[in-house]
């Protein structure tokens, strides 16, 4: 039998993300723009629970691992050939232009546009070697972590010796009132202005070093075939072992400090940022442990796993596509829920929404080779050279 030309894994991996990630956008796409699963969507105790659930299963630690998976696949299009440089560049650009229209038209979090400029910014990285790489990781993961720690130490300051100022109420994003009972055109203002101020600043400041970061793994991933069978087994067995060791336990903690916090008479956003950072700081324990487990899957049981297989193939049209159907779902413009279910029905549609896009990706691939946007991005991004 012959072996396909594509490895398993990453589009393994990239399906199970696209997952994650949705779960973790889904709150700020049905419930509030810019607080997401907080205040009054976490009483109670079912809806208590699936938040923490989310918490310390999801947040912070998919887009690691889809940040990962970039970095791993700049290195398959770069191939170590300085000349495929420039092709990076346009892909990177098309990312941007197509983060553009995402985050104007269909999702405030849009990644796509951050990606394209920090992808950028792997330039210079490309052809350094793996030592230099190790060093760059760890140095902007120290960065970020410090710049967290600083905040943190700030805000709780400010709330202990502060208080009537630091007590305001989480204020509600000119994005919800639209989503509950305007149209599709007057949404692109405030999701507009939503992404400026919550992609750009705050998601930069919590996400993008460690984005970055993760990138710089992928890179180094690549070049040692790590994601290619025969898997390293004892590598493997040592993410698995760190992170239920380590990293599950830590993020069970946080979670639970957090959904308590926000259960509480009084809410202390200290406690709730100081969470949120330190659940960050050891996110990539967890997220490493998800890739020991799916490699771990694949060894041993592939069937278990395979079938997520096509979604990462298309992971870009799929992305779109999960923004597109919860416009539809949550938007006054399709069937308007927008604020009127609770958490634990968000998340069944967040995986009805991923398992619809599994099988359609399944059914478009039996026809055509590639997905259709990452079709265009291959056109605009291809070499023009004669062969």
């Given at each position: 039998?012959?072996k396909?030309?594509?490895?398993i894994?990453?589009?393994?991996?990239?399906?199970?993300?696209?997952?994650?990630?949705?779960?973790v956008?889904?709150?700020?796409?049905?419930?509030?723009?810019?607080?997401?699963?907080?205040g009054?969507?976490?009483q109670?105790?079912?809806?208590?629970s699936?938040?923490l659930v989310?918490l310390?299963?999801?947040?912070?630690?998919?887009y690691?691992?889809?940040?990962?998976?970039f970095?791993?696949?700049?290195g398959?299009?770069?191939k170590?050939?300085?000349?495929?440089?420039?092709?990076?560049?346009r892909?990177?650009?098309?990312?941007?232009?197509?983060?553009?229209?995402h985050f104007?038209?269909?999702?405030?979090?849009?990644?796509?546009?951050?990606?394209?400029?920090?992808?950028?910014?792997?330039?210079?990285?490309?052809?350094?070697?793996?030592?230099?790489?190790?060093?760059?990781t760890r140095?902007i993961?120290?960065?970020?972590?410090?710049i967290?720690?600083?905040?943190?130490?700030?805000?709780?300051?400010?709330?202990?010796?502060?208080?009537?100022?630091?007590?305001?109420?989480?204020?509600e994003?000119?994005?919800d009132?639209?989503?509950?009972?305007?149209?599709?055109l007057?949404?692109?203002?405030?999701?507009?202005d939503?992404?400026?101020?919550?992609v750009?600043?705050?998601?930069?400041?919590?996400?993008?070093g460690?984005?970055?970061a993760?990138?710089?793994?992928?890179l180094?991933?690549?070049?040692?075939?790590?994601?290619?069978?025969?898997?390293?087994?004892?590598?493997?067995?040592?993410?698995i072992?760190?992170?239920?060791i380590f990293?599950?336990?830590?993020?069970v903690?946080?979670?639970?400090?957090a959904?308590?916090?926000?259960?509480?008479?009084?809410?202390s956003?200290?406690?709730?940022?100081?969470?949120l950072?330190?659940?960050?700081?050891?996110a990539?324990l967890l997220?490493?442990f998800?890739?020991?487990?799916?490699l771990?899957?694949?060894?041993?049981?592939?069937?278990?796993?395979?079938?997520?297989?096509?979604?990462?193939?298309?992971?870009l049209?799929?992305y779109?596509?999960?923004?597109?159907?919860?416009?539809i779902i949550?938007?006054?413009?399709?069937?308007?829920?927008?604020q009127?279910?609770?958490?634990?029905?968000?998340?069944?549609?967040?995986?009805?929404?991923?398992?619809?896009?599994?099988?359609?990706?399944?059914?478009?691939l039996?026809?055509y080779?590639?997905?259709?946007?990452?079709?265009?991005?291959?056109?605009?991004?291809?070499s023009?050279k004669?062969?």
């Amino acid at each position: 039998m012959l072996k396909s030309e594509r490895d398993i894994a990453p589009d393994v991996l990239r399906g199970f993300a696209l997952f994650g990630i949705l779960v973790v956008n889904i709150p700020f796409m049905a419930l509030s723009s810019e607080n997401g699963a907080r205040g009054e969507y976490v009483q109670g105790a079912l809806n208590g629970s699936v938040a923490l659930v989310m918490l310390a299963l999801f947040a912070g630690k998919f887009y690691l691992l889809f940040s990962f998976l970039f970095g791993f696949s700049s290195g398959y299009i770069v191939k170590n050939e300085r000349s495929n440089r420039w092709r990076w560049v346009r892909r990177c650009i098309v990312l941007m232009a197509l983060g553009g229209l995402h985050f104007t038209f269909l999702w405030h979090g849009d990644i796509l546009f951050m990606y394209g400029a920090f992808g950028l910014l792997l330039i210079p990285f490309f052809f350094r070697t793996d030592r230099t790489l190790k060093i760059w990781t760890r140095i902007i993961y120290s960065i970020s972590s410090t710049i967290l720690i600083v905040l943190g130490s700030l805000i709780y300051i400010a709330e202990r010796y502060f208080p009537e100022e630091s007590s305001a109420p989480l204020p509600e994003s000119g994005l919800d009132e639209v989503l509950r009972n305007s149209t599709f055109l007057e949404s692109i203002a405030p999701r507009v202005d939503l992404w400026v101020w919550g992609v750009l600043g705050a998601g930069l400041i919590l996400q993008g070093g460690f984005a970055f970061a993760a990138f710089l793994y992928g890179l180094r991933t690549q070049r040692s075939g790590f994601l290619k069978e025969p898997f390293d087994t004892q590598r493997i067995s040592r993410m698995i072992k760190n992170g239920l060791i380590f990293g599950l336990p830590i993020q069970v903690v946080c979670a639970t400090i957090a959904i308590r916090n926000e259960q509480s008479a009084d809410v202390s956003e200290a406690i709730n940022l100081a969470t949120l950072f330190f659940a960050f700081l050891a996110a990539p324990l967890l997220s490493m442990f998800y890739v020991g487990v799916i490699l771990k899957l694949i060894m041993t049981k592939p069937h278990l796993v395979a079938w997520m297989r096509p979604a990462g193939r298309m992971s870009l049209t799929v992305y779109i596509g999960e923004s597109v159907l919860a416009s539809i779902i949550f938007g006054p413009w399709g069937l308007g829920l927008f604020q009127k279910l609770e958490i634990w029905v968000v998340m069944l549609i967040a995986l009805a929404i991923w398992l619809l896009l599994v099988w359609a990706s399944t059914q478009w691939l039996k026809r055509y080779s590639q997905g259709p946007l990452e079709w265009v991005v291959h056109q605009l991004t291809r070499s023009r050279k004669a062969t």
